[in-house]
């Protein structure tokens, strides 16, 4: 993926967690692509990224529409996530990760210090993070051998804020959203270590324990949805009928 389609991904992932759209608005290319002042290809291709994600759906008659969640299904996929992590974690520690996979992994972790310790993270940095984000967990996933897992998770990264990186929003300001960020890239220091060592069941408490953050914020939303709206208006998708 390149950078400026990254960054387009991040901008349109970020409106539609901001509230910026409501269930069943038509997202045309166009005028998507002059309001974040890029061109259509890179809008297309995060659409079709976004498509995957499960956080729009295809409109009759072509292009896509927003879709609206129910706090179930969400949930759901975040907590079926972290135990196919977990476990894939797990396995590569116990099976012993090659060198080479460890200086890749290493390097994402090298990444995602340089952004996220800067004084003040802008988007650009925001991007770079989750490109680090999405290829420190596929590295694992991969790395681990077992197929079926990534098919699992392919499946599952198809379901709305459940694929790695979904979940990862500006907060309500830039800085909460940069500890935020420090707090979770601590834990991919942590499950390096725990693969390092051969640590199988520490790293997949890890990788169980990573997403944890995200489920405990839907709940919070879900237990005050006023507040929940006012700090993250993406809450504005969710069904929230559809208990946990």
């Known amino acids: 993926m390149d950078s400026q389609q990254s960054r387009v991904l991040v901008q349109l ?7 910026e759209f409501v269930p069943g608005e038509r997202l045309a290319e166009v005028p998507l692509a002059e309001k974040l002042g890029a061109s259509r290809t890179p ?12 956080l729009i759906e295809s409109a009759p008659g072509g292009g896509y ?3 609206q969640f129910t706090a179930r299904e969400i949930a759901d996929a975040i907590r079926l996530r972290g135990l196919i992590e977990g476990f894939a974690a797990r396995l590569l520690a116990e099976q012993g990760a090659p060198r080479q996979l460890l200086r890749e992994l290493q390097e994402c972790l090298d990444d995602g210090d340089r952004v996220v310790y800067k004084a003040q993270m802008d988007l650009d940095d925001y ?8 290829r420190f967990h596929r590295l694992i996933l991969e790395g681990c051998g077992n197929v079926m897992l990534t098919r699992m998770l392919e499946l599952l990264v198809g379901q709305p804020f459940a ?34 060592r051969g640590q199988g069941y520490r790293a997949q408490a890890l990788g169980e324990e990573h997403v944890e953050i995200a489920r405990m914020n839907l709940e919070y939303a879900l237990e005050k949805p006023e507040l929940a709206v006012e700090l993250m208006p993406s809450m504005r998708l969710v069904d929230t009928k559809g208990r946990l």
Do not use: C
């Open 13 to 19: 992932r970020d409106m539609i967690l901001k509230g």
């Open 43 to 54: 809008v297309r291709l995060a659409l079709t990224s976004l498509e995957h994600e499960g």
């Open 65 to 67: 529409r927003m879709r």
């Open 127 to 134: 991007a770079a993070y989750v490109e680090m984000n999405d």
């Open 163 to 196: 694929a790695p990186s979904a979940m990862l929003p500006m907060q309500s300001n830039m800085e909460e959203g940069q500890q935020w960020m420090q707090h979770a890239h601590r834990t991919h220091h942590a499950i390096f270590q725990a693969i390092e």
